[in-house]
């Protein structure tokens, strides 16, 4: 039983490294050349000429918010754990203000890695 946990949970890890790595070599080339990028994958998107501006325009739309809203919810996080701790008299509340700013896309990650400091205490 162990042993067919161990595979699974190794293929899984396959799956998931292929992936990631197919995700930021396309990533890497989107950003290189973006123009050139959008030109090449046109022909393969089975839409109309006019709806894959369309999809094209959405996609940089939903881009630019997700980028945008996941800075100002980092933001604010940083600073409400900041302040969280400056009230409460937990040390170095200006170093855990970084660590909900820096980890905005992991946010299973970034609270209770700011919560740490307030259990050991």
Excluded: H
């Amino acid at each position: 039983m162990d042993r067919i946990l161990c595979v699974r949970s190794g293929g899984t890890a396959t799956r998931l490294a292929l992936n990631l790595t197919i995700s930021l070599f396309g990533l890497f080339y989107l950003m290189l050349a973006p123009g050139e990028t959008w030109e090449a994958v046109r022909p393969y998107i089975p839409f109309s000429a006019k709806n894959t501006e369309k999809l094209r325009q959405r996609f940089r739309d939903v881009t630019t918010s997700t980028i945008v809203g996941t800075g100002a919810t980092a933001a604010i996080q940083g600073f409400l754990v900041g302040l969280g701790f400056w009230l409460t008299g937990l040390p170095n509340a200006v170093f855990w203000v970084w660590s909900p700013w820096c980890s905005p896309s992991c946010p299973s990650s970034a609270a209770p890695s700011c919560g740490g400091p307030a259990r050991s205490r």
